[in-house]
């Protein structure tokens, strides 16, 4: 006896274009049955949605509720698509898998007792699925390819189109990579420039209070023009960097005096909010950084954001300890305003338009983090943010961003 499957074909639009079928000789499978159960020593079943055994690798058995143990399982076993069981019988413990084919509308049975499923275990865990699955493929392969044949040309039309669309939107996303990129360096000219030209200004005003303050301010204000045109410099060799006609120059450098450093540059916004500075980092620390980089687009823009969420008169904590793996871990630590998760989630996302407002109305930019974020990687460190916002927390408010840097 042979068994037909037919399929009726139709194109995208629905239309119906013509039939196909395969047929499956009752005997062969019979025989393709027996032979798997013997060679793995397991039991094969085909049967009806009432459990009726329609073929076997064993014929001993008419329906599944006449196997012993198999019998107190037989309707969760034929009911869906089938699943993973087991039973015991003889005082041992069987396995079952059970598939439903859809194109046969039987069920395929799959039994193995438990020693059997030992000894075959290096090879045979999940054997049982894939002979499933290529019985199951196997009645339906001929299907495939003729369904495949009609189509072909539409599916060359169709990877025709879509190459096109995938081209034109890589281009369209290098667009807006390289308008980012520009709106990144633009951040540091205006940003970070900020700094040091603001160190620069109030030493002239102190100078122009007090004249004889010029010997005491004049190392100042070199260091502030040094960092000025660093900043400058450090744009250049970003640009160069991106084109990768440069390596960014890194060198181990103590950490307490960069921070100094850092510290002297913010100095009037710190005196503009009151805010208290909390140093504790070992004099011996050294940290792989490349210096103006560090220095006024890293430190700047993490103290920036430390004074710009937080109250007048509170304290920013700075602290730096090497941890377990031998490297440096900076923490700067504030009792501010915090960031919610929505903020937070997409601080170093340069699409995320991470910007708001500071407790004073400080304005910003939205591209401190980010710009942190890939210098830091560019030294082959990490950055760590943990936020706590003062909605959710009115008590114990406030943020850490933890750097960690290779010594």
Known sequence: MTIFINYKVFDYDSNYIGATGVGLEVGALRNLMKQYGEKYQRNVYLTDRKGRIVLSSNSAYADIADIEGMNAIADQVISGDGGAFDYRADGQRVFLNSRFVKELDWYLLVAEREGAATKLLSRGLFLNLIICGLITLGVVGVTAVTI???????????????????????????????????????????????????????????????????????????????????????????????????????????????????????????????????????????????????????????????????????EVRIHAEKNSSGQVELTIADDGIGMPDSILSALFNLKGNVNRAGTNGELGTGFGMPLVEQIVKMYGGRIKVNSRDVSEFPQGHGTDVVLILNP
Not at 180 to 202: E, M, T
Not at 228 to 236: D, F, N, P
Not at 270 to 275: P, S, V, W
């Open 148 to 314: 495949t044949l009609y189509e072909r040309a539409s599916k060359e039309q169709e990877e025709t189109i879509t190459n096109q669309h995938e081209q034109l939107k890589l281009k369209n996303e290098q667009l807006a990579e390289a308008a980012q990129k520009k709106n990144l360096l633009l951040h540091i000219l205006c940003h970070d420039l900020a700094n040091p030209f603001g160190a620069l200004i109030s030493s002239l005003n102190l100078l122009e209070d007090d004249p004889d303050l010029l010997a005491d301010l004049l190392p100042e204000i070199k260091k502030s023009l040094s960092n000025g045109m660093g900043t400058i410099e450090l744009v250049r060799e970003m640009r160069a960097l991106e084109e990768g006609k440069i390596d960014l120059p890194l060198r181990s450098v103590l950490l307490e005096p960069l921070i100094q450093e850092s510290l002297t540059m913010l100095r009037s916004t710190l005196e503009a909010k009151g805010i208290e500075i909390k140093l504790r980092v070992a004099r011996e620390l050294s940290v792989l950084v490349e210096h103006v980089s560090f220095t006024n687009s890293v430190l700047n823009n993490l103290l920036t954001n430390a004074v710009k969420f937080s109250e007048k008169g509170a």
